[in-house]
């Protein structure tokens, strides 16, 4: 048993990191979907959900609860086996894509190996080329979905989607060219370690100030890509009456509502990564003392949520709570405690920062844009971002000719 | 077996099942589903030679776009199950027979040949992206510059087909 | 490693099985989809060969041959939305008239 493990050491670590990530993912993405009911619901001056558990926060475990007893119909004279593949291939495709995105700079050393973190090999040529494969096939879900449903409402959304996925991919794509330029690689760990060129700059170093334009397109077309506010014509709720998952119920409905909000997690780490230098703190590197934002960061917020639970309504409340905020704490002040470990954790923690940040910035959208008329998003698309990104690319290429890529 | 030879064999099985699945199905949307199982598998046969870029190429493009553009079709002409007349059915004899011929055709040629082509190249050169940009524009520029007129034209033509006549 | 004729021959089989389709396919849309697959089929010997001889022409065709398929698709589905909207019908045993 012992030398087996130690012949396939590589193939066990890969799996043990593939259930770790898919374990990650769906947490998140229950409490991306609590984060989002939440704050959408103090953008309209209301509570969110606050029954289910102190705060709500146990909300998303009934939501998840719900969707496994809900009746399964399946629509008459829907095409059965398209029907049932149509969210798996959303699902699937929405969580291979998370897999190529790397975590941290340093690996780890766990039982004589190194460990990176991330699942795809840190020497991966296409990392980026790749992701845009998986997403491109991303589109089938939607489509396929619409069709299957043999409903017109769902046929509407499938059709709409297919439409804004070809619209929209070409200006995503050309939107990154001119950082592929900047770094000339197509793999992420050196598109962010381009970024890095100049240690001492720290913020100003990164992508997102040559390349602003580039990042508003993609960040627009991104959005769009992922069918979320205020693009989300293919499932518009008063319109279509909720587009291409009309017909879903139960979990094939979920599957979508995962695939959905794990594609949102990909863009959200891709933005970071290419426009926003990744795991690259925003200070020079010399300021050490910075090291230590996280347990800044962490400990007053542990506190702060022991004083909430202490006064809440609810005994539950004030049991659990408490024990949370001192979980929290306790973490920050680990981090103090080993200075190794405080080392290892500021990679993953800056590029969580930024994740976190680019996940709020699409619920606050959602919260505070109105949908596109579906003329006015293939004007938008056609004539206003495509035209930008070519001009981005043209610039790009002719600064990097002249000077370099400094 | 060799762990490469594993991964030929299953995915040029997946790749003819596909084929022979766009042949036998009714509905054009699930021969376009056999269409991109074929597709895809032959990206990770392109893998597994090495050359990554076009495999990445081949999805992004094929499988993302092109048949993205199928399936739009289908869907916008609501096109049914397909229907064949006698006439047609007929068809199938001399196919098949033009299959055969094809097929006994190019195998024997290999088969004659097969001892001068080897596989000898290290899979570095193929993976290099760098290789390929560098030869599509310095050796292969002025094809490289007629393509992107072709897209034109076919952007201009698919317009105008597309428009409806003012009445 | 996989000897070059594996890839050859496969290619060959699907090519073979692309010209059927295009034969027996009575669908307007299917048979320009099995035009797809012989193009594929084609790109694969490319690339095979290109592997073969440690060269990187072959995969600057297959690059060439997508473009010109992606134009060709372009154009051949606008024919064919065309066709559907004069004719009513994607058969084409039943677009056998050269004039309306």
């Known amino acids: 048993m012992r030398s087996l493990l130690a012949a396939n050491a590589e193939l066990v670590i890969t799996i043990v990191k593939i259930v770790l990530l898919l374990f990650i993912v769906l947490t998140v993405n229950a409490y991306l979907t609590w984060f989002e009911r939440k704050v959408v619901a103090h953008i309209q001056s209301r509570w969110g959900p606050h029954r289910v558990g102190p705060h709500g926060l146990l909300q998303p475990l009934a939501d998840g609860l719900k969707f496994l ?11 059965k086996f398209v029907y ?60 396929l979905a619409g069709w299957s449903s043999n409903s017109k409402y769902s046929l509407l959304g499938g059709l709409r989607s297919s439409a804004q996925m070809i619209s929209y991919e070409l200006s995503l794509t050309m939107s990154v060219v001119g950082v592929l330029l900047m770094a000339g690689s197509f793999n992420l760990r050196d598109i962010i370690n381009a970024q890095a060129r100049h240690p001492q700059w720290g913020i100003f170093g990164w992508n997102i100030w040559p390349q602003i334009l580039g990042f508003f397109c993609f960040f627009v077309a991104a959005i769009a890509e992922t069918n979320r506010a205020p693009f989300d014509l293919p499932e518009a709720e008063q319109e279509l009456v909720a587009g291409f998952n009309t017909e879903y119920a139960s979990f094939k409905f979920a599957m979508f509502f995962i695939a959905e909000y794990t594609s949102m997690i990909t863009v959200s780490c891709l933005c970071s990564i290419m426009f926003f230098g990744g795991w ?16 800044v960061v962490l400990v007053p917020f542990g506190l702060w949520v022991i004083m909430d639970g202490v ?66 998003l293939m004007a938008f698309g056609w004539k206003l971002l495509l035209p930008v990104s070519i001009v981005n690319v043209i610039l790009t290429s002719f600064v990097i000719l002249m000077w370099g890529a400094k | 077996m060799t762990a490469p030879l594993v991964v030929f064999f299953a995915l040029a099985a ?30 990770g046969l392109y893998l597994l030679m090495g050359a990554e870029f076009v495999a990445a190429v081949q999805i992004i493009v094929y499988g993302g776009a092109i048949m993205v553009l199928f399936v739009f079709v289908i869907m916008l002409l609501n096109a049914g199950v397909e229907e064949h007349t006698n006439l047609s ?4 004899a001399p196919g098949l027979l033009l299959v055969l011929a094809l097929a006994g055709f190019v195998a024997a040629t290999v088969a004659k040949s097969g001892a001068s082509v080897q596989a000898t190249a290290q899979t570095g ?35 105008v087909l597309a428009q409806r006549e003012k009445s | 490693m996989v000897p070059t004729n594996y890839y050859v021959i496969l290619s060959a089989i699907l090519f073979g099985l692309g010209v059927f389709a295009f034969i027996f396919k009575r669908n307007l849309i299917t048979i320009f989809m099995s035009i797809e ?8 010997a490319f690339v095979a060969f290109s592997q073969a001889f440690g060269r990187l022409d072959g995969q600057v065709f297959v690059l060439f041959v997508i473009v010109v398929a992606a134009a060709e698709a372009a154009v051949g589905l606008g024919i064919i939305i065309l066709i559907a909207r004069n004719r009513q019908t994607l058969n084409v045993e039943r677009v056998d008239l050269l004039k309306l």
Request: proline fraction near 7%.
């Open chain 1, 280 to 295: 690259l703190s925003p200070f020079p590197a010399s300021w050490t003392v910075t090291h230590y934002l996280p347990s």
């Open chain 1, 69 to 79: 007893f809900k009746e399964d119909p399946t629509p008459a004279g829907a095409d």
């Open chain 1, 84 to 143: 049932y593949l149509a969210p798996l291939l959303a699902l699937t495709l929405a969580m291979t894509s998370i897999a190529i995105i790397p975590f941290g700079p340093e690996p780890i050393r766990l039982f004589g190996h190194d460990i990176y973190l991330g699942i795809a090999p840190p020497d991966l040529n296409i990392g980026i080329l790749a992701l845009f494969a998986i997403t491109a096939l991303g589109v089938y879900g939607v489509a």
């Open chain 3, 37 to 44: 697959l012989m193009l594929n089929a084609v790109n694969l």
């Open chain 2, 89 to 92: 059915k007929m068809a199938g």
């Open chain 2, 125 to 159: 050169v193929l993976s290099s992206t760098k290789g390929i940009s560098e030869m599509v524009f310095k050796d292969f520029v002025y094809p490289f510059e007629l393509t992107s007129f072709l897209i034109l034209v076919a952007i201009l033509g698919a317009t």
């Open chain 1, 311 to 376: 006064r809440y309504e609810t005994i539950f409340g004030r049991m659990v709570l408490p024990v949370v905020g001192a979980a929290i704490s306790g973490l920050g002040a680990l981090f103090v405690v080993l200075p190794s470990l405080n080392e290892f954790i500021q990679g993953p923690f800056w590029l969580l920062s930024k994740i976190f940040f680019f996940l709020f910035v699409y619920v606050w959208m959602r919260g505070t844009l109105p949908r596109f008329r579906y003329d006015q």
């Open chain 2, 14 to 43: 997946l790749a003819v099942i596909g084929a022979v699945s766009l042949i036998l199905q009714k509905h054009p949307i699930h021969s376009a589903l056999s269409l991109i199982v074929v597709m895809v598998a032959l990206a």
